[in-house]
């Protein structure tokens, strides 16, 4: 049996997709899609890219991926331990999931390394979990 034929720019073709295909898919994705599918292709060469990696977190956030997002903060964390704004963002992921407790300890953290956003804080959408619960007073009285 004879090879099949393959068309230039199929996409199952060695060559890829034909450029006219590409450029057609890049205009009709999103902004965050492009930057989601970017940001991803760099991180997968360097995966210690902080920089990326807060992009990345916030967009997946964006989008709606909090699972995802919490383990690119959790990551941001480990790499830069003594920013607040890593810890701060990990607050946020937690708190989305319905993950309290740990939200509280992540928020304390970046409170103490100097967060100090204080008035975003207190209407910050992310934090709505926390906002209910008795902790969050006391922990801001301790940081106003």
């Known amino acids: ?9 199929d996409p199952s073709s060695p060559e890829g997709p034909a450029p006219e295909t590409s450029t057609r898919r890049l205009r009709e994705q999103s902004q965050l899609d492009f930057e989601l599918e970017f940001l991803g292709q760099i991180l997968e ?3 210690l890219y902080a920089d990326a990696l807060r ?3 916030n967009n997946l956030a964006a989008k709606g991926e909090y699972t995802r997002a919490l ?3 959790r990551r941001l964390v480990r790499l830069q331990p003594e920013r607040p704004i890593p810890w701060y963002n990990l607050a946020c992921s937690y708190a989305v999931l319905g993950m309290v407790d740990p939200a509280f300890g992540a928020l304390q953290r970046a409170l103490e390394l100097g967060y100090r956003h204080l008035s975003h804080l207190r209407r910050d959408p992310d934090l709505k979990a926390l906002r209910r619960d008795p902790r969050f007073v006391r922990l801001l009285r301790r940081f106003d």
């Open 55 to 57: 992009v990345h977190g």
């Open 45 to 47: 060469r360097d995966p």
């Open 1 to 9: 049996m004879a090879a099949p034929y393959e068309r230039p720019g």
């Open 71 to 73: 383990q690119i903060d």
